[in-house]
C-alpha cells in the first residue's frame, strides 16, 4: 500500500504564507506526477497544481502566480507554497500522487488526509 502524509496547513492572516508539505511511503517503484486538490465547503474539489516526474507543472489560472508547486530530491515528496493568501483560499488541501507500485502494470492514483488552510484575520 501506498501513504500519502499532508502537513503545514494552519491559520494564516491574509496576505500572509504558509508551505504545505506532502510525503509518499510504502510499496512504490515509481511516482509520476503529483499535485494538490483543495475542496472548500459546499464546494466542488478543485485542482490547484500538478507537477510531474520531470519537473514540469501545471497551475489553475485562478491563482495568478501566487503559489508554486515543487518536488524533493528523492521525487516522493511535493511541497505547495502558498504567498499573498487571500481569504477565498480558505479549504481542505489534498494531496495526491499517480503511483507505480511495480515495474509492470498500470499507475494508481493515491490521496492525502487532507490538511486545512484558513484565511482570516
Known amino acids: 500500500q501506498v501513504q500519502l502524509v499532508e502537513s503545514g496547513g494552519g491559520l494564516v492572516q491574509p496576505g500572509g504564507s504558509l508551505r504545505l508539505s506532502c510525503a509518499a511511503s510504502?510499496?512504490?517503484?515509481?511516482?509520476?506526477?503529483m499535485g494538490w486538490y483543495r475542496q472548500a465547503p459546499g464546494k466542488q474539489r478543485e485542482l490547484v497544481a500538478t507537477?510531474?516526474?520531470?519537473?514540469?507543472?501545471a497551475y489553475a489560472a485562478s491563482l495568478k502566480g501566487r503559489f508554486t508547486i515543487s518536488r524533493g530530491n528523492a521525487k516522493n515528496t511535493v511541497y505547495l507554497q502558498m504567498s499573498s493568501l487571500e481569504p477565498e483560499d480558505t479549504a481542505a488541501y489534498y494531496c495526491?500522487?499517480?503511483?507505480?507500485?511495480?515495474?509492470?502494470?498500470?499507475?494508481?492514483?493515491?490521496w492525502g488526509q487532507g490538511t486545512q488552510v484558513t484565511v482570516s484575520s
Open positions: 510504502g510499496s512504490i517503484f515509481k511516482i509520476f506526477t
Open positions: 495526491y500522487a499517480n503511483v507505480a507500485q511495480y515495474s509492470y502494470g498500470s499507475s494508481i492514483a493515491y
Open positions: 507537477i510531474t516526474s520531470v519537473n514540469s507543472t
